[in-house]
């Protein structure tokens, strides 16, 4: 099982009893993900530490004010980075509004350049913004791949990424008690354009509630999400890794090193 976007640098428990707890619980790849400047050397350390761990390079929207021409430069850097597989995470927050507007989709555009002249798939983080997210895909609509993290939207946003390419990964929410139109949308998901993650350490899945999250539990969350797909844990496994490597997020470690 993949755990497709985690935050090893953020988790409470040292990272290397957070990877070997993933592996003893049956996850084999995990992709911890950049947010901020400051982390973009810190997941490439985990990623070149671990054998088990792949890494993204980009800024989250709350950061997008400290986006420049020079952490654009700094991703660019790491191209052939052989644990660098994704742009992310990216794209937009009208919530919490951290950096402005502008500010947001300035830096989401300019890392979606980014990703087409690396030839990376994204990882993007949407909330309030569904309209305007979905505008700045279609602007690249062909020229970029990836999937919207921790998919939490409307049955329309998923309907519009799906249409345009991008496939949807769902993390702990999913099991909560009142994501009941989640799993409606979950339901109708192709099993090929779907894949599970945790965002540690937030948003712990049922039963680990009131728990930091971490990598481990991601299969709390594969385990619902194959019950409402109707197939077994393994057969999730076995596609989701599948679709991972279709979208080029993750490789054969073991012989891809």
Same mark, same amino acid.
Not at 239 to 243: D, K
């Given at each position: 099982m993949i755990d497709l976007h985690t935050h090893l640098h953020m988790l409470e428990i040292p990272v290397e009893q957070a990877v070997a707890q993933a592996k003893a619980a049956g996850v084999s790849h995990l992709i911890t993900v950049s947010s901020e400047p400051s982390d973009l050397a810190l997941v490439r350390a985990h990623a070149e530490r671990f054998a088990e761990v792949f890494c993204t390079q980009g800024i989250h929207p709350h950061d997008a004010k400290h986006f420049s021409q020079d952490i654009g430069d700094q991703i660019r850097g790491q !191209? =052939? =980075?052989p644990k660098f597989v994704a742009i992310g995470e990216i794209g937009l927050d009208f919530y919490y509004n951290h950096s402005t507007h502008e500010e947001q989709v300035a830096a989401f555009e300019t890392q979606m350049d980014l990703a087409i002249e690396l030839q990376k798939p994204v990882q993007i983080h949407t909330r309030d913004a569904e309209k305007e997210t979905i505008e700045i895909l279609k602007k690249y609509r062909g020229k970029v791949k990836g999937i919207l993290h921790c998919f939490t939207g409307t049955g329309w946003l998923a309907d519009q990424a799906l249409d345009l390419g991008y496939d949807l990964s769902f993390s702990g929410v999913v099991t909560f008690r009142n994501a009941e139109e989640l799993r409606k949308t979950l339901d109708r998901t192709p099993l090929d354009r779907i894949h599970v993650e945790t965002d540690a350490p937030f948003l712990s899945p049922v039963p680990m509630r009131g728990k930091k999250n971490e990598p481990a539990f991601v299969m709390h969350t594969a385990a619902l999400v194959a019950q +409402? @797909? &109707?197939v077994s844990v393994e057969e999730l496994r076995q596609?989701? #890794?599948? &679709?991972a490597k279709q979208m @080029? +997020? !993750?490789f054969d #470690?073991?012989?891809g090193l």
């Open positions: !191209v =052939h =980075h +409402l @797909k &109707n596609q989701t #890794y599948r &679709n @080029k +997020l !993750v #470690y073991e012989s």
